[in-house]
């Protein structure tokens, strides 16, 4: 097994990473390889051919609808025609003349009425299609068009947004109060603009609060939408410095995302807790994955290196602990930095992109991270969508997105095994430490050695270990099981044998007291002495 054909199965070429219609952004699997801004482009597309799909279905039925009902009349009509068929025949004979006359007179009148009607009647189709086009334009308004954006707000509406609803107050924890302070604080800064932001935020606030029943995908429409037209406001309206404007939007994605993340994180509306157990179960399945499997350029023999190594984990995990999706990414960017730093020591040169994917999927094994998939999605939906498509907190996310991409889809031939190591290993019937430990070639030096020997020792105490804990719990039970059925023995015999209390008895006089009673007594008997 070759270093190169180790590669082969686990490299991923950079230009896949970026987004495939070519505008040199980072794309993510989450928008099926498209960036952020490419994928609204495609979305909107999209939404907008089905929505005039479904109003030409719309109208089709109608039609069909209005056909079918005139059809039906045109029957009844030919129906009632036919039983009265005789004497409408003879009346129209009588009448016929007279009819002529009038008809005759009552041209211009009858011609000008029906004239009349027929204007009506198109006067009234015209408003029925200004009005469905009224509708129409109303709806795509308010399906493209952001809903704090749909009416200029009012004083009224601007001094109720002010006031917390009683949902958010009821939100209210500690470390909700401290980032609305800091929010606060920073805004102060800002003067005139700063106010308009907390205005648009507030608005914002409450137009999530009153949606709630929309699917995740049309809250982070909603979300990114916001974002980019607060981004558009700080640099044409509000003539913001663009450094200022980064520092203003982290800001308040941390502000409105510290609010919302217990609404739109893992929604019970979605997948994300079955794709989170899927993905922790593939992981706990590949625990016998080594490091040398996949490449992993790094030596955990060196305390550096594990040091490292420990602290990649650590920030890996500790992604799920925070709640703003810019938080979340700076703990995957600490965690590659982390594995960079690793690999430097370890080949005491720079790492390279080749090396960096393979031991952030060695991480991602190691460490098993709680819910990686719903804090994947919460990035990709709610982060501001320029972190995602550029810098380093952008690569480092993508590189994420494809080792989780590469573990679901994780095979032999991806670790250059054969079907059937790579199937007893995942069923647990062999070890590959401890196929590797059996032969050795002589130029192997000892410390390798040694290490396999440890590995099989610890791997003999951990079962030891193991037998120890389940005659433990054995006792345990034995013993539980013991004590129940001692109290439900002594219980049994208290019933059957029930404890009858007798009164107490009339304790007995003395022998010196007095007595009345004993005066009858005869008198003790004496010594007698006899001479002799």
Request: charged residues 30%; glycine residues 4%.
């Amino acid at each position: 097994m070759n270093l190169k054909s180790e590669r082969r199965g686990i490299h991923v070429d950079q230009s896949e990473l970026l987004c495939k219609k070519g505008c040199g952004y980072y794309g993510n699997p989450a928008w099926q390889g498209f960036c952020s801004k490419c994928w609204r482009e495609e979305y909107h597309k999209a939404r907008q051919k089905q929505i005039q799909e479904d109003w030409e279905l719309a109208e089709r039925l109608q039609r069909e609808e209005e056909e079918a009902y005139a059809s039906s009349q045109s029957t009844q009509g030919a129906q009632s025609l036919t039983f009265s068929k005789f004497e409408e025949k003879k009346t129209n004979e009588k009448t016929r003349k007279v009819t002529t006359v009038k008809k005759f007179f009552t041209a211009s009148s009858r011609t000008g009425a029906k004239k009349v009607a027929q204007e009506k009647i198109v006067k009234q189709g015209q408003l029925g299609r200004e009005r469905n086009a009224d509708n129409i334009l109303r709806d795509l308004k308010e399906i493209f068009t952001p809903s704090w954006e749909l009416a200029s707000p009012t004083e009224a509406e601007i001094q109720e947004a002010k006031a917390p609803s009683p949902s958010i107050n009821r939100q209210a924890s500690i470390e909700t109060d401290r980032v609305s302070k800091e929010f606060y604080e920073f805004l102060k800064t800002y003067h005139k603009p700063g106010q308009d932001i907390y205005k648009q935020c507030k608005l914002f606030l409450d137009t999530m609060n009153h949606k709630r029943d929309l699917s995740i995908e049309e809250q982070s429409e909603c979300a990114q939408d916001f974002y980019q037209n607060v981004a558009e406001k700080l640099q044409t309206r509000w003539k913001v410095p663009p450094e200022k404007v980064e520092k203003a939007m982290d800001q308040i994605e941390k502000y409105i995302m510290t609010r919302q993340y217990k609404y739109v994180f893992c929604p019970e509306t979605t997948d994300d807790e079955k794709k989170d157990l899927a993905v922790q179960k593939r992981i706990r399945a590949l625990h016998w994955v080594t490091p040398q499997m996949l490449c992993v350029p790094v030596n955990e023999e060196i305390p550096e290196v594990s040091d490292m190594v420990v602290k990649a984990i650590t920030d890996i995990i500790e992604m799920d602990s925070k709640r703003v999706p810019r938080d979340k990414l700076a703990c995957i960017t600490k965690c590659s930095k982390h594995i960079f730093n690793a690999i430097k020591i370890t080949k005491n040169e720079p790492a390279s992109a080749d090396d960096f994917l393979p031991t952030l999927i060695y991480i991602v094994l190691k460490g098993n991270p709680p819910r990686l998939q719903s804090n994947i999605q919460y990035i990709t939906r709610f982060c501001n969508p320029s972190r995602l498509m550029t810098g380093e907190d952008g690569y480092y996310f993508t590189n994420l997105c494809c080792a989780v991409a590469f573990i679901e889809k994780l095979d032999a031939q991806s670790l250059n095994l054969s079907q059937e190591d790579f199937d007893r290993f995942m069923t647990g019937q062999t070890s590959p430490k401890k196929q590797e430990s059996d032969s050795f070639s002589p130029d192997v030096c000892l410390g390798v050695k040694q290490m396999y020997k440890n590995l099989d020792l610890l791997s003999q105490l951990n079962e030891r270990q193991e037998r120890i804990v389940n005659e433990a719990k054995k006792l345990e039970k034995d013993l539980i099981d013991w004590t129940e059925g001692i109290t439900k023995e002594v219980q049994d015999i208290v019933e059957k044998y029930p404890l009858e209390i007798k009164p107490k008895s009339q304790a007995l006089a003395a022998i010196d007291s007095e007595n009345v009673e004993n005066d009858k007594l005869p008198p003790p008997l004496q010594p007698q002495v006899y001479a002799g």
